[in-house]
């Protein structure tokens, strides 16, 4: 036992091994004291129990010191790590959405590194308003008479429902009582906002007649909702906008239309799917139309209130304001993102979503021939690749019944192994996440941007592949 005792390296032995020294150069030296006296003690427990030691006190000292460079360089890692989006769905809630324009990223990065206009009037020399520049970009866009900002589209139905409905009744259809991502509901956002639910019509339709007939003097305003990640099919009858409008305005109430998706370019001249704009749901008569910033308009996280002057200043003097409120950077970038919509033409070469919605299937086609044999080497004989065909969505609940086509890289994958070889490229040093279907995996390519960032760690997919179990003969 004391021969055994005697291969315990001491304290400032594992301090002098040059992985130790550069952990603690990057990482600081209490926390590499800590874990060598962790070390160290766990040693000394499994010699007491008599588990197997290193050969030597220099063997164990290594060890240890390797140990504890890995250790720290794992507990560094960031946990919102860049990744590449091979799902087949463009606007991935669980990877962040929309990816910002090159122009936002540098209008962000000088909000975060100089001090910057932000509640400030250069001209008078006094205290100005925070949204004032980014509300009036989304009048001159939408043609809105004002708008205002908050953190995101829920923020800013409840802000409106808040400011002009609270202890009254908002009158929204049953078809349009939606559940949003993450179990948030639209009747318990108006709960919290304060204002009472009053249903109109039937989960498939809903008339005019229904709206007008519970109008009451309790009535604060009427709202219409996006139905965003479902539709009804087959007997149906949606209430339009337009068709609302001239009621409301008759009982002297307003009109919100919570569009959700915060389309402002007709998505149509680059051959997609078309979805309701902003802009025509001011024309057809909505008093407020709240969108999203980080959907199809392509910008960071932001709800949108546009539209009356006088509903958008009482939702702007409501105390809950404040508390929604954006903070520099995402102004910044939502600003720089905004002003792209100026030229409408130069959308694709600008905008990232619009570019990943628009692209061919020629260059998908290109793009995938150019790294099949790359990726088939990296998988080696256990498994085969082929470039097959794919419908890639547009995701985050808008059109959900529309589809893009696509293609993809298709690896068969029988059962858990499908699950194995998933896991093996989230492993990958910028993990690739793509989706287990038909036993197969499939990496999507309308989403990948980054080809030589993608080309260069498959070194490392032999490893990944390995420490998942995925490899032949291994059980499945």
Excluded at 229 to 249: D, S
């Amino acid at each position: 036992m004391e021969q055994r005792f005697g291969t315990l390296p001491a304290i400032h032995e594992i301090l002098a091994a040059a992985p130790t020294r550069a952990a603690a150069a990057e990482h600081g030296h209490d926390a590499v004291l800590a874990l060598a006296r962790e070390a160290v003690e766990a040693l000394r427990k499994g010699i007491v129990a008599g588990t197997e030691m290193p050969a030597s006190r220099e063997a164990a000292a290594a060890e240890i010191a390797d140990g504890i460079s890995a250790r720290l360089a794992a507990r560094n890692l960031s946990n919102m790590r860049r990744v590449h989006n091979m799902t087949g769905t463009v606007l991935h809630t669980n990877l962040g959405r929309a990816c910002y324009a090159e122009t936002a990223i540098e209008a962000a990065t000088t909000a975060m590194r100089h001090p910057l206009v932000l509640e400030y009037d250069l001209e008078a020399g006094r205290r100005g308003q925070r949204d004032t520049a980014v509300c009036a970009l989304v009048a001159e866009i939408t043609g809105a008479e004002a708008a205002c900002l908050v953190n995101n589209n829920a923020s800013a139905v409840l802000l409106v429902l808040a400011a002009l409905a609270a202890g009254r009744e908002t009158v929204v259809s049953r078809g349009e009582l939606i559940e949003i991502g993450g179990s948030f509901r639209m009747p318990d956002v108006m709960e919290a906002a304060g204002t009472r639910l009053r249903e109109v019509g039937t989960t498939n339709r809903t008339h005019l007649k229904d709206y007008a007939g519970a109008i009451g003097p309790d009535t604060a305003l009427l709202m219409k909702v996006h139905t965003s990640n479902y539709q009804v099919m087959g007997f149906t009858k949606e209430t339009a906008v337009a068709e609302i409008a001239p009621l409301a305005r008759s009982h002297g109430l307003p009109l919100v239309d919570d569009l959700g998706s915060g389309v402002l370019a007709d998505l149509s001249q680059w051959g997609l799917p078309r979805e309701r704009m902003v802009q025509e749901a001011i024309r057809e008569g909505a008093d407020l139309v709240t969108f999203s910033g980080d959907k199809l308009l392509g910008g960071p996280q932001a709800g949108f209130i546009a539209g009356r002057a006088d509903l958008v200043a009482a939702c702007a003097k409501h105390p809950l304001k404040r508390a929604l409120r954006l903070d520099k950077v995402r102004l910044a970038a939502l600003e720089a993102t905004l002003r792209l919509y100026r030229a409408q033409e130069r959308l694709p070469e600008t905008l990232p979503v619009i570019r990943q919605f628009a692209r061919s299937t020629g260059e998908l086609e290109a793009m995938a021939e150019r790294l099949l044999s790359s990726l088939s080497r990296a998988l080696g004989q256990t498994y085969t690749v082929e470039i097959a065909p794919s419908e890639a969505q547009i995701g985050s609940g808008a059109m959900p019944l529309q589809t893009l086509p696509s293609r993809a890289f298709r690896i068969p994958a029988p059962g858990e192994r499908a699950e194995r070889l998933a896991r093996a490229f989230r492993q990958l040093p910028v993990p690739v996440i793509g989706r287990i279907a038909q036993g197969a995996v499939w990496l999507d390519l309308r989403c990948l941007e980054d080809e030589d960032g993608f080309l260069s760690q498959l070194v490392h997919l032999p490893r990944a592949m390995a420490g998942t179990g995925c490899l032949a003969g291994e059980d499945t």
